[in-house]
């Protein structure tokens, strides 16, 4: 697989979206999804030479604009000197093809241009299986009718990854790759799942940090942990899941785990691909939403954040709003409440009272003490270690003395031993 772009200039492109007035929200081009799709285009490496957004009542069955229109955007293509044309909306192979024959040059779809991207971002062993796996989900349908285009060679936007080898000739071959790699994640699940039971056995509550892409998570990881992870304002920029320890206070550690942007339009097939890392989504116990809070179109990318998040996180997962950003706006403009908290990641403001809100979102209190057992009760040291954070263990002439962080439960049970307070 190709990671890098060729070095014989960037890519120019058209940007071209249709309005269609039997399509729903998720379906429809604005201006809004097309200025993303501008962004997402320069995340790639390439260049916007010109936008179109087209209103019709239905997409053409043929060219999806219409061929009048296809033709206005290969005057634009040929008068910019641009290499390809990308559209907003979800195209048909049928489309694809139809629309390469009008214009003459190359043809993506949005869905086409973030699996690009993702080919470039994922850098760990499972990330590299997870954008392999959406990008051959995402040709296997479209091979019929393709035509040769999954046979260029090179590099450039759209030709990384599986498009660089001849699928077309083979889909028998695909499917199996397909099995292999669903697989292969399927392994790097269970491990994950062991991780994820060690956690749970040692008491540790998991705190994941989601939100719009480009919305500050790599930033805020780095400063609550100093994880050191590359934090660029560009578009996808973390893939691969970091979990680092962070101390909330004396008595709570969490682990902190950063999550893949979410983006509005996001290829099904895709958040499919990305289930090994996105279901730690499923098993936090606090979910962090960070929301650029100087983005004008914030709370359209909050509701496509809480979609997804009611599609992967567990019911009732309690959910922190984290408004970063927010020294670049006016306090009016964040909202107040017990499950919000305005902060900037950057100049690390808000952080003490962030760790406050996630040890109140947690609900349980929990009990720094020093306990002495008799040796008749052995037995609950076993427990402990099962159930409790346990610092340590010592053996005396007076009993079992063990430094430990309990729940209420525990807590409760253990009273009458209980030493001191930590």
Not at 68 to 89: H, Y
Not at 252 to 271: A, C, E, N, R
Request: charged share 25%.
């Amino acid at each position: 697989m190709e990671d890098t772009l060729e070095n014989h200039g960037q890519e120019r492109a058209v940007l071209v979206g249709l309005n269609a007035d039997c399509f729903t929200a998720e379906e429809t081009a604005t201006e809004e999804s097309l200025e993303e799709l501008e962004a997402l285009l320069e995340t790639a490496g390439g260049f916007c030479t010109g936008k179109i957004l087209q209103n019709r009542h239905t997409p053409d069955s043929h060219s999806f604009i219409g061929e009048g229109k296809a033709i206005e955007v290969k005057m634009l293509a040929e008068f910019t000197q641009s290499t390809m044309v990308i559209f907003d909306n979800e195209l048909s192979p049928g489309n694809i093809r139809a629309l390469e024959e009008i214009i003459g040059v190359t043809v993506l779809d949005r869905s086409a241009l973030i699996l690009d991207i993702f080919a470039q971002r994922a850098r760990t062993r499972e990330g590299r299986l997870q954008v392999e796996l959406a990008q051959y989900q995402y040709l296997l349908p479209r091979l019929s009718g393709m035509g040769t285009s999954l046979s260029r060679q090179g590099g450039g936007i759209g030709t990384r990854g599986p498009g660089e080898t001849k699928l077309e000739s083979d889909r028998r071959h695909i499917r199996e790759r397909i099995n292999r790699l669903q697989a292969e994640l399927e392994q790097v699940r269970q491990v994950r799942s062991v991780q994820r039971e060690r956690r749970m056995k040692n008491s540790v509550p998991v705190v994941a940090i989601v939100g719009y892409t480009n919305a500050g998570k790599s930033t805020l990881l780095n400063q609550l942990t100093g994880a050191g992870i590359p934090a660029n304002n560009r578009l996808f920029d973390t893939l691969d899941t970091t979990s680092r320890q962070l101390t909330v206070s004396d008595n709570l550690d969490v682990i902190l785990s950063d999550t893949v942007g979410f983006i509005s339009k996001l290829p099904h097939h895709l958040v499919e691909a990305f289930r090994a890392t996105l279901e730690e989504l499923e098993y936090a116990d606090v979910l962090l939403h960070v929301i650029d809070a100087s983005d004008a179109h914030r709370e359209e990318h909050i509701a496509v954040v809480d979609k997804l998040i009611a599609q992967l996180a567990k019911p009732g997962t309690p959910v922190l709003r984290c408004y970063n950003k927010a020294d670049l706006v006016s306090p009016a403009e964040i909202p107040v409440g017990e499950d919000v908290v305005a902060i900037s990641a950057k100049q690390g403001r808000g952080m003490d009272e962030l760790l406050h809100a996630i040890e109140k979102t947690l609900g349980h209190a929990r009990h720094h003490v020093l306990v002495r057992l008799p040796y008749s009760m052995g037995g609950m040291v076993e427990t402990l270690h099962d159930n409790a954070q346990v610092a340590r263990v010592d053996y005396t002439g007076e009993g079992i003395e063990i430094d430990t962080v309990l729940d209420d439960i525990l807590y409760g049970r253990l009273r009458d031993y209980i030493v001191k307070e930590l």
